[in-house]
C-alpha cells in the first residue's frame, strides 16, 4: 500500500500561483488512482481533482475547472497540483489521496490512503 506525504503550501495573495506535490512511496504506485481533495475551514472535505490510474486526462471541480492543473509523474512516484489564479476561497488543507479504484472517484469514501495535508491560504 503506498503512503503519502504532500508539500508546497503557504501563504500567497490572490491571483497568485502555488504547486502542490505529493510523494508516494510503495511498490506499485502506477496502479492506483490519485486524487486531490480539500477541507476549507469550518467546510466538509471537497473534491478538487483526480486522474485514473488508467490514464486519460485528470477532471476537476467546477471551482477549480480552468485554474488548477493535475499532473503525476510514475517514475517519481510523484503527483502533482499546480494552482493559478488563486482567490481566497481556495484556502483550505489540501489532501493527496490514492485508491485502486479507476471509478466514482469524485467521492471521499473510495481512497483507502491519504496523506496528511498542506495548508494553503490565500489573502485578499
Known amino acids: 500500500q503506498v503512503q503519502l506525504v504532500e508539500s508546497g503550501g503557504g501563504l500567497v495573495q490572490a491571483g497568485g500561483s502555488l504547486r502542490l506535490s505529493c510523494a508516494a512511496s510503495?511498490?506499485?504506485?502506477?496502479?492506483?488512482?490519485m486524487a486531490w481533495f480539500r477541507q476549507p475551514p469550518g467546510k466538509e472535505r471537497e473534491f478538487v481533482s483526480a486522474?485514473?490510474?488508467?490514464?486519460?486526462?485528470?477532471y476537476y471541480a467546477d471551482s477549480v475547472q480552468g485554474r488548477f492543473i493535475m499532473s503525476r509523474d510514475n517514475t517519481k512516484k510523484m503527483v502533482y497540483l499546480q494552482m493559478n489564479s488563486l482567490k481566497p476561497e481556495d484556502t483550505a488543507v489540501y489532501y493527496c489521496?490514492?485508491?485502486?479504484?479507476?471509478?466514482?472517484?469524485?467521492?471521499?469514501?473510495?481512497?483507502?490512503?491519504w496523506g496528511q495535508g498542506t495548508q494553503v491560504t490565500v489573502s485578499s
Open positions: 486522474k485514473s490510474w488508467s490514464g486519460g486526462d485528470p
Open positions: 510503495g511498490p506499485t504506485f502506477s496502479s492506483y488512482s
Open positions: 489521496a490514492a485508491t485502486q479504484r479507476g471509478n466514482y472517484l469524485r467521492l471521499a469514501h473510495v481512497y483507502t490512503t
